[in-house]
């Protein structure tokens, strides 16, 4: 069911109206507590400036971190309201906390225009309960609800599910309904071929995203360790490479499944292997056939390379999700950085819908310099793959229909 979205509310309906929005704030800070990636913050401003332009007095709600329903000093949002506040050339108030009688005055005082940021959602284990009466404490504060945070949608929580539903209009927004739109899209009416690419360390993780890939693609390539629980189901030895011994049974029936259904299931052919897992280990190429001892592998091979690549030639919409090998060492990151130049070609020159499925394949794709290059980046790691399953968000299923 398409939900309301914030494009479709004008200025009459916004103009000194206070305005719950839900983002995702949840920002990667170093050692001093600075920012080291704003991407989050960054893909929430145009539902916050289209909220200032007309008139809106704008409450943010977010959650930072995992500070288990109490004050946790280093998750304050302390670092997020500066930067927020430079990137929109706007001071932003912080409030101590995201309910109580000072941030009642706080809302209460805003004027048209203005912007308020509460503290962190998750100081109060109420939120993560989707406790009723927080929700209604989070609710008084405004008039109406626009969730932007796609990265939390998959939580059914108070500032993401509960208030939606005290609120009214209840509305999707810019970044929210642009997550919909491809991610949706790409499942529901997708340009053929499609193609998904799925990688990452286990099967297990990704389980129902495959079951469910397999009845809506062309193609499936699969990366990353997940591919030695498949190779020993086959009867292959893996060396030392990661296997989970309780999943072969389900790898062997997902190559049953795909070859049943009459699509295409890629494995690599060859890998590159370590001999410890580390970035300085020494690494040689194998085939898939003879793998062998102590060595463990941590990177498709470039023979496997070349076969992606050939496999994604001719396809128009291409899913990526989860990394073809261990990226964050340099020496094996080859395999990733290959798939990552491919889609950002293939986006470029001939038109292909290239969709970054959210966690490590976003970070990926940006430590390649390749980001701005695909047709979308998604900023959900977790939510992004229960949408792929054709799982129900809560925080969208609580929104208001078209």
Known sequence: ?????????????????????????NVPLNENGEITDDTRIKAAIPTIEYLIDNSARVILAAHFGRPKGQVNEKMRLTPVAKRLSALISK??????SCIGAETTKLA???????????????????????DVDFAKSLASLADMYVNDAFGAAHRAHASTEGVAKLLSPSVAGFLLEKELQYLQGAIDNPQRPLVAIVGGSKVSSKIGV??????????????????FTFFKARGLSVGNSLVEEDKLELAKDLERKAKNKGVELLLPTD?????????????????INSISGEWMGLDIGPDSIKLFQNSLANCKTVIWNGPM??????????????IAKTLAELSTSSDVCTIIGGGDSVAAVEKAGLA????????????????????ILPGVSALDNK
């Open 1 to 25: 069911m398409a939900k309301l979205s914030l494009s479709s509310l004008k200025k009459s309906e916004l103009e000194g109206k206070k305005v719950l929005v839900r983002v995702d704030f």
């Open 91 to 96: 001071d932003v108030v912080l409030a101590d």
């Open 108 to 130: 209460q005082n805003l004027n048209n225009g203005d912007v308020l940021l509460l503290e962190n959602v998750r100081f109060y284990p109420q939120e993560e309960q989707n």
């Open 210 to 227: 495959l079951d469910s890939l397999l009845d809506k693609c062309d193609k499936i390539i699969i990366g990353g360790g997940m591919i």
């Open 271 to 287: 890998v590159v292997l370590a001999n410890e897992f580390s970035p300085n280990a020494d690494s040689k190429i194998s085939s």
């Open 325 to 338: 090998g261990v990226f964050e060492f340099e020496k094996f990151a080859n395999g990733t950085n290959a």
């Open 372 to 391: 701005s290059k695909m047709s979308h980046i998604s900023t959900g790691g977790g939510a992004s793959l229960e949408l792929l399953e054709g799982k």
